[in-house]
């Protein structure tokens, strides 16, 4: 991987200096810095007014205190977050994550991210993140209820349709969005229904937002397989996770022609060489909400459930991370390179470490970063906005057509701005660029805010 270009290694030692300690918050600012150095020895005014050290500070950071109350009549408090990293392009648009790990770093890695993911959409939304530490798992629905009214009871000051429009993520659905928008609707007196996306259908929400990411995901790697005149037809695939961005991935990839033959979740992974069963995938965890072994309980002899090793020793052409950051380690993108993984495509974000990435380029596998490949979500939520916007509400055909259409777009962006920058192939550095000089450019034209 290139190294930092040394006009911006003081930019990294600063966000290094100042962020101590938040992890994933450094490897996504290094790697994006790591890209830029083309940028600056090409257009070196991007190195003015401070405008890349404005792009690595997040606007403005909302950390608060989640109490609650459990079904035995216990207080528990959380924390709650919510990072407005950048709106020069619009209202700051992105997912609330609820799961133990989260924390200030993780959640501004995730900001970070959205915010160059956001412009490569080319849709009018800035970059924002939040979520909580509290642990939705064994929680019954009054418990998640009575958390997401409280969550919301601070948030939504800071909410808005013009100001910053939250979604799901990790532990965060259907579900939660509907409980935080009926708390929204309460406190404001306000029906706003484009403060929130991911919205039910029957009270505002998209078509299509649901299968949105997944189905996204695969769209970019069908582009970038096209490159190579290949195809997802017949292909033995690897979907890791089994939540929302999983399924979708996993659905779309069927009804391309393809075989996804193992999923997981935190507690193992299945592999099915029949091909995954969908619907039985989604009673188990859309439905049941129960651990992925079930699926192999219920599906019988010809799927086994592992909980050692990991899932991409599991052989495969493509493979699609779709569960959380880190999560495909280099020892991991060996055992697929010596497999024979001809394509990765991120549904997570940021799932392959900084070391597997490196892997994945030297060994020529097509390679399509998560801020590029999973932007069908938001970009879904951005359309989302826009029938709320106009009161009007669209057939699924009509929205995930404007959904490919967006994708092949992105992919398309992705690849010529590599092949601009003298890196043909390296989406990473396309994606990196691409949304960088679109922020940037909005950033400039705002004046130093
Ligand atoms: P879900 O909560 O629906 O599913 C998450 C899945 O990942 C579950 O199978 C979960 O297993 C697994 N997982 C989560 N954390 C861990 C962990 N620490 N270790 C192992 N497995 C884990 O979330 P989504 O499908 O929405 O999100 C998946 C990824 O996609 C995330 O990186 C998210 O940021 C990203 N993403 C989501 C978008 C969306 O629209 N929802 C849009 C773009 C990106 P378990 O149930 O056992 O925890
Ligand atoms: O990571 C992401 O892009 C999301 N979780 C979706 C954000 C959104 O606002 O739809």
Redesign the pocket.
Known sequence: MSKIDEKLEPVLDQVLRRNAGELEFHQAVTEVLESLGRVVAKYPSYLENALIERICEPERQIIFRVPWVDDQGQVHINRGFRVQFNSALGPYKG?L?F?P?VNVGIIKF?GFEQTFKNALTGLPIGGGKGGSDFDP?GRSDGEIMRFCQSYMTELHRHLGEYTDVP?????V?GREIGYLFGQYKRLTNRYEAGVLT?KGLVYGGSRARTE??GYGAVYFVERMLATRQLTFENRRVVVS??????IYTAEKITEFGGKVVAC????GYVVDEAGIDLALLKEVKESRRE?ISEYARLKGDGARFSDTGSIWDVPCEIAMP????N?LTGRDAKALIENGVIAVGE???M?STPEAVRFFREAGVLFAP?KAA?AG??ATSALEMQQNASRDSWTFEQTEQRLADIMRRIHDTCASTADEFGTPGDYVLGANIAGFVRVAEAMRALGVI
């Open positions: 997912g994550r799961h790990s995730l798992r979604a799901g993520d990790i532990g659905g991911g949105a990411t996770g089994s939540g929302n961005v999983a997981s979740d935190s507690s651990r779709s569960a959380t950051q999560e549904g997570a974000n799932p998560g999973n979500g938001v």
